[in-house]
């Protein structure tokens, strides 16, 4: 069964960083292609920025320069650093993946694999 745990969102202030975790099963997070995504109410899931099994990242416009995509394969780990928040980044942000191989910024309808979700709130 393939399992992604999400950990790390909070309150912020804007200006403010934080770094989202999601530690994933040992086989899924070497062979499969991951992301970061994230949905408000009433709005569709949007993804952040992803990254291959050849390390190659991606970022959706709102985010470049301010977030960081990376994966630790020996803790089994992806990660989101998110520098100078704003309050539009607040949402429910997941990991997600998949084995097949996922180019740019796949919808998350092609996803297989999700976390529960770890909620970012940034408002002074």
């Known amino acids: 069964q393939v399992q992604l745990e999400e950990s790390g969102g909070g309150s912020v202030q804007p200006g403010g960083s934080l770094r989202l975790s999601c530690v994933t099963s040992g086989r899924l997070h070497r062979y499969y292609c991951m992301a970061w995504f994230r949905q408000v109410p009433g709005k569709e899931r949007e993804v952040v920025a992803s990254?291959?099994?050849?390390?190659?990242?991606t970022y959706t416009d709102s985010v470049q320069g301010r977030f960081s995509i990376s994966r630790d394969s020996d803790k089994n780990t992806l990660y989101l650093q998110m520098n100078s928040l704003k309050p539009e980044d607040t949402a429910l942000y997941y990991c997600a993946a998949d084995p097949s191989y996922m180019s740019g910024l796949a919808p998350a309808p092609l996803w297989n694999y999700w976390g529960q979700g770890t909620q970012v709130s940034v408002s002074s």
């Open positions: 990254v291959d099994t050849e390390g190659r990242t």
